[in-house]
């Protein structure tokens, strides 16, 4: 069997009171109203659920075309036709109401044609390799798994149960990617760590093998072009249930923790160790060989070169306490008034300092 793609029918018209259901939702309004898709407070018309979780979008609400709205649970009832569904989080409910709606790809068991699957491979008889991907010799790929077009499963390496590699995607040699992952169009995993000696009778600089792996494990998104890099000896890890952005570099031998977060143009040096539920926001760079801890979060933009304790704040570069930092802002800002009112009390000073002393 060959394996081929198409795009299932849009999902059906929902009752609102069906879908406040699915998220303990409390209902304001008419609950027979019928919801045909999710969208945003601006883009939202009649038919539409939208959410509302910040007091900053108070007049998108107001200005709202949507038929319903899910809402906090100390959310005053509705004064317009809108309904609102009071949930616990609206965004968190929000994100489930819209897997509902999300369109439903089928893909048909087998291996395209124009795929390549060498004889000492195993494919699950339930997977699919689309067009122009290859699965190399003693690679394994679990049951249901999509290969997508001009991915490449190398030699040795897994693709556990239900995992989707979209397109483009490299799991190289030996490497190990675990079940229900989501990895997007261009994302490598297990290319060489960076790892050079310097030899100065050459002078030149000598590569270091790098002859570990890197495992990804359970219900892991990583977003496109993003690299994760083998480790030098032993593994490089990624833990259940993180979530890695677009264009984000992981060194070798890091081991990001459990459910963590880390956002687009994060750049891991070798040897990081991120906790459980760490959050890096963008554009963060995390020096080599440093622990960040259980649950700390890291603003964008800023340079971690020392360590980080369980459940801080830290931002700027080098990265220090948000509530320091952000003083430290403010004080910016008056730099020039400062630098003024101190060049007038020096020429003060000097002038004090030349006037004749009294006998």
Do not use: W
Request: a neutral charge.
């Amino acid at each position: 069997m060959t394996a081929a793609t198409r795009q299932s029918s849009g999902p059906r018209a929902r009752p609102l009171a069906e879908l406040a259901a699915l998220v303990a939702g409390e209902v304001l309004g008419d609950g027979s109203l019928l919801i045909t898709g999710v969208a945003g407070l601006e883009q939202a018309g009649a038919g539409h659920l939208s959410f509302y979780g910040n007091q900053k979008y108070k007049a998108q609400l107001a200005a709202s075309k949507a038929s319903a709205v899910l809402v906090g649970r100390d959310m005053a009832p509705p004064t317009g036709s809108v309904a609102y569904v009071r949930v616990d989080q609206p965004h968190l409910a929000f994100a489930r109401v819209a897997q509902e709606f999300a369109p439903r790809r089928t893909v048909t068991p087998g291996v395209a044609p124009q795929a390549f699957v060498h004889p000492e491979a195993t494919v699950a008889a339930t997977a699919s390799v689309l067009p122009f991907a290859t699965v190399a010799r003693g690679a394994i790929v679990g049951e249901r798994c999509v290969i997508g077009p001009g991915c490449v499963v190398a030699e040795g390496a897994v693709v556990g149960d239900d995992t989707v590699l979209v397109a483009n995607v490299s799991v190289l040699e030996a490497c190990r990617v675990g079940a229900r992952c989501l990895l997007h169009p261009g994302v490598v995993i297990g290319a060489d760590g960076f790892g050079f000696a310097f030899d100065a009778s050459l002078p030149g600089h000598v590569k270091i093998p790098q002859t570990g792996i890197v495992r990804v494990e359970d219900d892991v998104e990583i977003g496109a072009n993003s690299c994760v890099d083998r480790a030098t000896t032993g593994e490089t890890v990624i833990g259940h249930g993180s979530k890695i952005d677009n264009l984000v570099q992981v060194g070798h031998n890091s081991l990001v923790g459990p459910m963590s977060i880390l956002c687009a143009q994060v750049g891991l040096s070798g040897s990081t160790e991120l906790g459980t539920g760490v959050v890096l926001a963008g554009q963060v760079g995390v020096a080599g060989h440093l622990k960040i801890g259980d649950l700390a979060k890291v603003g964008a933009q800023s340079g971690v070169m020392s360590p980080v304790d369980d459940g801080a704040t830290v931002l700027g570069a080098p990265a220090i306490n948000a509530k320091d930092f952000l003083r430290s802002a403010a004080l910016f800002a008056k730099l020039p008034e400062l630098n003024k009112t101190i060049r007038d009390l020096s020429r003060r000073l000097e002038a004090l300092e030349q006037e004749p002393k009294k006998p």
